[in-house]
């Protein structure tokens, strides 16, 4: 088992996601040099040898999806009504926002925004390209995911069913089969014992101290089975990015829609293992 502690590089630490915006330039780097991420991974690398194994440091890159169907239904009828009523729907007759909604163009376009980021850094700074690529399971996730590394990395992303959005009474967050999901996304590698059902989504949301531990089982594979690995991406939804983040002893973020939120964390292994 590990212990986990997240620092965040976002400028000014305690700005909030209004002013920081969805993207800013450089990820938020605080570093404006050329070499600013051969920096900072040779600071990850210095940190790791200092650790000795017991203390190990990755940076995390949490990908938020882009503007969803029932992103813009809950703007439409705002956050209360949204929870109490129409969450429950699949449409009101004129937006249908469920089961596993997709992007609308807005979100494809937030997608792209990303990816511009990602081409700057690539040329401006030479910035290193992840070692793993997660996605959560569902179709808008999955198509920021697609976007957002379009012409930048050829790396197939393995889908984790822990990467989800909080599941449960809100019908957006019921999952495809995994033969709809293959089938849509083949270039997508889905993890060991991925069922072909939802068996998750149930009538009754799901809690925050879940969603934290399953965002913690997602830390320890990253821990366990990435070892050698410094730099992953998580693309992923806010309610489970929240998860992660008091997983590792961050401060809840709203984190926009399309937002990528850099995070370096460290894990201490425990005594119990």
């Given at each position: 088992?590990?212990?986990?502690?997240?620092?965040?590089?976002?400028?000014?630490?305690?700005?909030?996601?209004?002013?920081?915006?969805?993207?800013?330039?450089?990820?938020?780097?605080?570093?404006?040099?050329?070499?600013?991420?051969?920096?900072?991974?040779?600071?990850?690398?210095?940190?790791?040898?200092?650790?000795?194994?017991?203390?190990?440091?990755?940076?995390?890159?949490?990908?938020?999806?882009?503007?969803?169907?029932?992103?813009?239904?809950?703007?439409?009828?705002?956050?209360?009504?949204?929870?109490d009523y129409w969450s429950k729907l699949d449409s009101?007759?004129?937006?249908?926002?469920?089961?596993?909604?997709?992007?609308?163009?807005?979100?494809?376009?937030?997608?792209?925004?990303?990816?511009?980021?990602?081409?700057?850094?690539?040329?401006?700074?030479?910035?290193?390209?992840?070692?793993?690529?997660?996605?959560?399971?569902?179709?808008?996730?999955?198509?920021?995911?697609?976007?957002?590394?379009?012409?930048?990395?050829?790396?197939?992303?393995?889908?984790?069913?822990?990467?989800?959005?909080?599941?449960?009474?809100?019908?957006?967050?019921?999952?495809?089969?995994?033969?709809?999901?293959?089938?849509?996304?083949?270039?997508?590698?889905?993890?060991?014992?991925?069922?072909?059902?939802?068996?998750?989504?149930?009538?009754?949301?799901?809690?925050?101290?879940?969603?934290?531990?399953?965002?913690?089982?997602?830390?320890?594979?990253?821990?366990?089975?990435?070892?050698?690995?410094?730099?992953?991406?998580?693309?992923?939804?806010?309610?489970?990015?929240?998860?992660?983040?008091?997983?590792?002893?961050?401060?809840?973020?709203?984190?926009?829609?399309?937002?990528?939120?850099?995070?370096?964390?460290?894990?201490?292994?425990?005594?119990?293992?």
């Amino acid at each position: 088992m590990f212990r986990y502690e997240g620092f965040s590089h976002k400028t000014p630490p305690l700005t909030g996601p209004a002013v920081i915006g969805a993207v800013p330039p450089r990820f938020g780097l605080l570093d404006v040099s050329d070499a600013r991420w051969t920096n900072l991974m040779a600071r990850l690398q210095e940190l790791n040898a200092a650790g000795a194994g017991d203390d190990s440091y990755k940076l995390i890159f949490f990908g938020r999806h882009g503007e969803g169907y029932h992103n813009v239904a809950e703007a439409k009828y705002g956050t209360e009504a949204w929870n109490d009523y129409w969450s429950k729907l699949d449409s009101d007759g004129e937006l249908t926002w469920a089961p596993d909604p997709e992007l609308t163009a807005i979100g494809k376009a937030q997608a792209v925004d990303a990816n511009a980021v990602w081409k700057t850094e690539l040329a401006a700074a030479n910035m290193p390209l992840p070692g793993r690529l997660y996605c959560s399971p569902m179709t808008r996730a999955i198509q920021t995911n697609v976007i957002t590394f379009e012409g930048v990395s050829d790396r197939r992303a393995v889908i984790l069913e822990n990467c989800r959005e909080e599941y449960g009474s809100h019908t957006c967050d019921i999952r495809r089969t995994r033969t709809q999901i293959h089938t849509a996304f083949p270039q997508f590698e889905m993890e060991d014992g991925f069922t072909e059902e939802d068996e998750l989504w149930t009538e009754e949301r799901e809690s925050k101290p879940s969603v934290a531990a399953r965002a913690t089982i997602v830390l320890e594979r990253i821990f366990r089975e990435d070892e050698g690995v410094l730099f992953v991406s998580i693309t992923a939804h806010g309610g489970i990015i929240n998860g992660f983040l008091h997983a590792v002893g961050r401060p809840r973020y709203v984190l926009p829609t399309g937002g990528v939120l850099p995070i370096v964390v460290k894990a201490t292994r425990t005594n119990s293992e």
